[in-house]
């Protein structure tokens, strides 16, 4: 579904001579997430990881490499892959329903159709009866949310998300986990999505990669199913106090922790 | 001996009828020390002292008329008029001069200014032309422009137009480049084209800032309003201004000051509902 060969990020000209710690962000990415995957990129911070992302989203042209989506190359941002942002990058002059169904605005078609649409999908992650609430007015994880629905609701083949959960306190963010698990397995989307939380990472991945510290490159590569388990209806806070969950997560802790080596 | 009085015992258990509200609505601070009443108390108190310089005869009523003279000027200024027109169609010909003005302005410094925050060349163009005329009073260029444009209508809204251009042009590019990246990269992964991108999330996101802008511009064209009105009017506040000064009618030049003030005031207040309105998202996110 996303097949990324030999791909490179480097800063070029004036900038190479500049910049004291390398000039190299990514250093030839070989990876192939398969459709309907959850696939979790983990690093530590400043890694590019989500330099990563952002070359799938185009919006960076990677230096080198060649970088494809559903088989067709990614030459810029498109509609074929859609972004949920940490800060939510929601639009303050559009109520919860005119934020979701704004891709499909920007594509034309009824308003009737459009928000029928929107609707499901705000139903999907749990927000019906907020449509015309401004989005102001949300909490935080509600606001992700949001994010989530209208990302789904351009229908993408793709859904890439950037440290979605990374600005929630530490519960809203367990239950958000739990709502993206139910999303991916009702919508049966390729997801790939760009945490430092190695424990969420555990827990969602059916793909996980692990990156190295810049210029960086994939260290670890783990395919693994409690998400999926979660998915079909094992409880969260059972999974993650299994013995083979624990042991795991604490085995890419270290990987995570020998790339991070460093005082911070 | 009893201790406790039934009148304590009332009050300990239960209070008496009516009493029971009266805890519940925290008490703000009284009426006389609230913002709004002590400006109105402090602009009594002026008058008040205007009116008692006044009376004890201190300044001649030709430099400085008591409040009662200026106030029967009012009325009959209203009523029959000042050189040809009445006090209302003098403020009529100013706020449509300032109107016209701002009308002008925005339908070219917006769009100028959302294209001055999309492009760093464009950007690079304009700035030191805005940059160079901006902070220079509007009564130095207002004899070149009269040169150019003749002493008619067009000078006069030229000049206040000039006024409201800069600050609104500064204002609109600001706010284009102050638009959220991420917002910008969410229409584009949405498939946004670059119409799309401007008027789905540049100009609203530049909203508010413009709307600032507009309210800078506006204080900024209203104050040159009697240097435009210095040159052939016929007509308005600040030519009644001056040539009521000429006669030295101060009870004239006092009224059209007020009027001058008040209409800037209510201008700024009716802006700042607008903004309200319109962003209320502004500063929440």
């Known amino acids: ?264 | 001996m009893s201790a406790i009085s039934p009148l304590t015992v009332r009050t300990l258990v239960q209070p008496a009828p009516g009493e029971a509200e009266a805890p519940s609505r925290p008490a703000g601070p009284p009426w006389w020390s609230r913002p709004g009443a002590i400006s109105l108390v402090s602009v009594l108190v002026l008058l008040g002292l205007w009116h008692a310089v006044t009376a004890l005869r201190w300044i001649e009523p030709l430099f400085l008329p008591p409040p009662a003279a200026v106030w029967e000027k009012l009325l009959r200024v209203a009523g029959e008029g000042y050189l040809d027109a009445t006090l209302w169609q003098h403020a009529g010909a100013s706020l449509a001069r300032v109107g016209l003005a701002l009308l002008f302005a925005v339908l070219t410094a917006v769009p100028l200014g959302l294209w001055m925050g999309w492009s760093a060349r464009v950007r690079g163009v304009f700035d030191p032309l805005i940059e160079f005329y901006r902070p220079v009073p509007p009564l130095a260029y207002l004899p070149l422009i009269v040169i150019w444009f003749g002493i008619g209508e067009v000078s006069k809204v030229l000049l206040i137009t000039l006024a409201i251009f800069a600050p609104l042009v500064i204002a609109t590019a600001t706010g284009v480049r102050q638009v959220e990246e991420t917002r910008r990269r969410a229409a584009l992964a949405f498939g946004a084209t670059r119409w799309q991108l401007l008027r789905h999330v540049v100009l609203p996101g530049a909203l508010p800032e413009i709307l600032t802008g507009v309210r800078v511009g506006l204080g900024v064209g209203w104050s040159t309003l009697v240097a435009a009105e210095l040159v052939a009017a016929t007509r308005g506040l600040g030519f009644m201004v001056q040539s009521a000064a000429q006669f030295l009618n101060t009870d004239i030049v006092l009224l059209g000051i007020f009027t001058i003030a008040l209409i800037a005031f209510g201008l700024e207040l009716g802006l700042r509902a607008l903004q309200r309105r319109l962003v209320p998202w502004q500063g929440r996110g």
């Open chain 1, 1 to 264: 579904m996303v097949e990324l060969q030999a791909v490179t990020v480097g800063y070029r000209g004036a900038a190479a001579s500049t910049t004291a710690v390398g000039t190299t962000v990514l250093d030839g990415i070989d990876w192939q997430v398969p459709a309907g995957a959850l696939a979790v990129l983990l690093g530590p911070s400043g890694c590019g990881k989500s330099s990563l992302l952002n070359v799938i989203a185009g919006f960076i042209a990677p230096s080198g490499g060649r970088v494809a989506v559903a088989g067709r190359p990614v030459t810029g941002p498109g509609a074929d892959r859609g972004v949920v942002f940490q800060d939510d990058a929601l639009l303050p002059w559009l109520d919860v329903l005119g934020n979701v169904a704004l891709p499909l605005r920007l594509r034309g078609g009824g308003r009737t159709a459009r928000e029928d649409r929107a609707r499901h999908f705000l139903q999907l992650v749990g927000l019906e009866g907020f449509e015309s609430r401004p989005v102001w007015e949300l909490s935080g994880g509600m606001r992700q949310r949001v994010g989530i629905a209208r990302a789904l609701a351009a229908d993408p083949e793709v859904l890439l998300m950037d440290e979605p959960f990374g600005a929630l306190d530490a519960l809203t963010r367990e239950r958000m986990q739990e709502l993206l698990l139910k999303v991916w397995h009702a919508t049966g989307k390729t997801i790939v999505l760009v945490t430092h939380g190695v424990e969420e990472a555990v827990f969602l991945a059916t793909d996980l990669v692990v990156l190295s510290r810049r210029p960086a490159r994939i260290v670890e590569h783990r395919v693994l199913d409690f998400g999926r388990r979660h998915a079909q209806g094992e409880g969260a806070r059972a999974i993650k106090s299994l013995p083979d969950f624990v042991s795991v997560r604490e085995q890419v802790l270290g990987t995570v922790y020998a790339q991070d080596g460093g005082l911070h």
